[in-house]
């Protein structure tokens, strides 16, 4: 069975830099697309990113020109680089993979806390 591991979370103050990776491993058919939702206390889930095997991002209103996903299809990696962060940003980041005949694989959840 296909399990994901997210890494990266923390403490930043406003203004800085984090890097969140998430590494799916075992059995594992193809990966369609892996990215990143996040939810704030009393919030709803919502978007960050996502990117397809081909390359193809999506990102969420709120992250666009601070945020940026990438991927490592042979590790089977996704990155989330996150610039200028904003208190707004303070969440539990889950990653996801969309697996080919399995569906959607989701992260135990990782914190960021963006305070000064």
């Known amino acids: 069975q296909v399990q994901l591991l997210e890494s990266g979370g923390g403490l930043v103050q406003p203004g800085g830099s984090l890097r969140l990776s998430c590494t799916a491993s075992?059995?594992?058919?193809?990966?369609?697309?892996m990215g990143w939702y996040r939810q704030a206390p009393e919030k709803e889930r919502e978007l960050v990113g996502t990117?397809?095997?081909?390359?193809?991002?999506k990102y969420g209103d709120t992250v666009k020109g601070r945020f940026t996903i990438s991927r490592d299809n042979v590790r089977n990696t996704v990155y989330l680089q996150m610039n200028s962060m904003k208190s707004e940003d303070t969440a539990v980041y889950y990653c996801?993979?969309?697996?080919?005949?399995?569906?959607?694989?989701w992260g135990q959840g990782t914190q960021v806390t963006v305070s000064s």
């Open positions: 996801v993979a969309m697996i080919q005949s399995v569906g959607d694989l």
């Open positions: 075992g059995t594992i058919n193809r990966i369609n697309a």
């Open positions: 990117i397809t095997s081909g390359g193809s991002t």
